[in-house]
T-cell receptor
């Protein structure tokens, strides 16, 4: 099966500019996650969707970050305006949901954002 | 809140030798534990998970991990390391189905020929 797709792979912007990332999960995966991975650290959750509803966005900096998952399939993550500290790799992941069973998350290749 | 500690930033091992990458966790309730591997410029790849049952879990590429509840550990192991195993390894913990994972900071494994 096709994996999680993300675009673009790399993006360089100046601070205060805006940027958007796109993610297409594995077909049939109801749960979608956006993680931020700063160099030298593990991924940190930004937002979790279940179908097209938000399950957890407690760590999303809502004053500048927004995300949506229209129609419960692909998703976009936006930053506006960007700050230097937003330089990181943004990872999208998806997983199945079937009752209470725990499924592993499958990750896309990530988008490396550099804010100058 | 759950947390994961990977006490070693770097692990070096000779090819053919056994390897261990350490992970300890802290969580209220029954943990769900995962290991992922990350190669340069690529996303994380799932290696194995512990949900319940046998404490020894076998995963991809010959890796295995042992869940130890009393020591709150979930160390990753492989009997014979390959140069191609060189990568960044992440341990992660979750609480129940489809909750977000909390990741450790990662351990860089270097296998020397």
């Amino acid at each position: 099966e096709a994996g999680v797709a993300q675009s673009p792979r790399y993006k360089i912007i100046e601070k205060r500019q805006s940027v958007a990332f796109w993610c297409n999960p594995i077909s049939g995966h109801a749960t979608l996650y956006w993680y931020q991975q700063i160099l030298g650290q593990g991924p940190k959750l930004l937002i979790q969707f279940q179908n097209n509803g938000v399950v957890d966005d407690s760590q999303l900096p809502k004053d500048r970050f927004s995300a949506e998952r229209l129609k419960g399939v692909d998703s976009t993550l936006k930053i506006q305006p960007a700050k230097l500290e937003d330089s990181a790799v943004y990872l999208c992941a998806s997983s199945r949901r079937d009752g209470a069973w725990v499924y592993e998350q499958y990750f896309g290749p990530g988008t490396r954002l550099t804010v100058t | 809140a759950q947390s994961v500690a990977q006490p070693e930033d770097q692990v070096n091992v000779a090819e053919g030798n056994p390897l261990t990458v350490k992970c300890t966790y802290s969580v209220s309730g029954n943990p769900y534990l995962f290991w992922y591997v990350q190669y340069p410029n690529r996303g994380l790849q799932f290696l194995l998970k512990y949900i319940t049952g046998d404490n020894l879990v076998k995963g991809s590429y010959g890796f295995e991990a042992e869940f130890n509840k009393s020591q709150t550990s979930f160390h990753l192991k492989k009997p014979s390391a390959l140069v191609s195993d060189s990568a960044l390894y992440f341990c992660a913990v979750g609480l129940r189905g489809n909750t977000p994972l909390v990741f450790g900071k990662g351990t860089r494994l270097s296998v020397i020929a």
